[in-house]
């Protein structure tokens, strides 16, 4: 398809098991962006790289959450050990430069359940 | 430190009416972009549009409008003669212009119920 791909779209995990998500950007996008939403609220930042580097990890709540992109293309956000407060939707973004005037499109999402 | 106000967490309209959807932003940065998504039932978020912080005049697209005012920091979104179609979670976001820091400040966004 045209638009970003994320899988799966829906990941069911019990508390202390890992995940891995993925992300399939637009196809020559050098921007990529991992965002958490919690229910009723906005997309809050997890991580972004360029290309393979990733320049901003800041969001990353805690040092059980993990992002990749070794080459430049696909993304996985992995999260170690999950918890209850890990329960959101993680949407994955790409854009198409590394220039400001651009806007991020935007894949549906995994919505992850830690029981 | 960025911050983006969506105060309005809920609006119900009957179809036809208008309505505003109101976004209020803080940010020191003199140069920014805002934007306005949608987000469906579906949970992909939609672009609506960008604006740079040096272009304020107000922009219409078909039945949507947006109404940029840097002296109240504010962006808001009108939907004219509003439709089932336009029943969604709308978001507005600000990114400031720093080479490698290009990440989206969200609100908490309103849901918008059109009731036909």
């Known amino acids: 398809g045209a638009g970003v791909s994320q899988s799966p779209r829906y990941k069911v995990a019990k508390r202390g098991q890992d995940v891995a998500l993925r992300c399939d950007p637009i196809?020559?996008?050098?921007?990529l962006f991992w965002y958490q939403q919690a229910l009723g609220q906005g997309p809050e930042f997890l991580t972004y790289?360029?290309?393979?580097?990733?320049?901003?990890k800041s969001g990353l709540p805690s040092d059980r959450f993990f992002a990749e992109r070794p080459e430049g293309s696909v993304s996985t956000l992995k999260i170690q050990r999950t918890q209850q407060e890990d329960s959101a939707v993680y949407l994955c973004?790409?854009?198409?430069?590394?220039?400001?005037?651009?806007?991020?499109?935007f894949g549906q999402g995994t919505r992850l359940t830690v029981v | 430190a960025q911050k983006v106000t969506q105060a309005q967490t809920e609006i119900s309209v009957v179809e036809k009416e208008d309505v505003t959807l109101d976004c209020v932003y803080e940010?020191?940065?003199?140069?920014?972009?805002l934007f306005w998504y949608k987000q469906p039932p579906s949970g992909e978020l939609v672009f609506l549009i960008r604006?740079?912080?040096?272009?304020?005049q107000n922009e219409i697209s078909g039945r949507y409008s947006w109404n940029f005012q840097k002296s109240t920091s504010s962006f808001n979104f009108t939907i004219t003669a509003s439709q089932v179609v336009d029943s969604a979670v709308y978001f507005c976001?600000?990114?400031?212009?720093?080479?490698?820091?290009?990440?989206?400040?969200f609100g908490t966004g309103t849901r918008l119920t059109i009731i036909p």
């Open positions: 973004a790409s854009s198409w430069t590394q220039g400001q005037n651009t806007e991020a499109f």
């Open positions: 196809s020559g996008h050098v921007s």
């Open positions: 790289f360029q290309n393979e580097a990733q320049l901003d």
């Open positions: 940010t020191r940065d003199t140069t920014y972009y």
């Open positions: 604006r740079n912080s040096f272009d304020e």
């Open positions: 976001a600000l990114r400031i212009s720093n080479f490698g820091n290009e990440k989206l400040t």
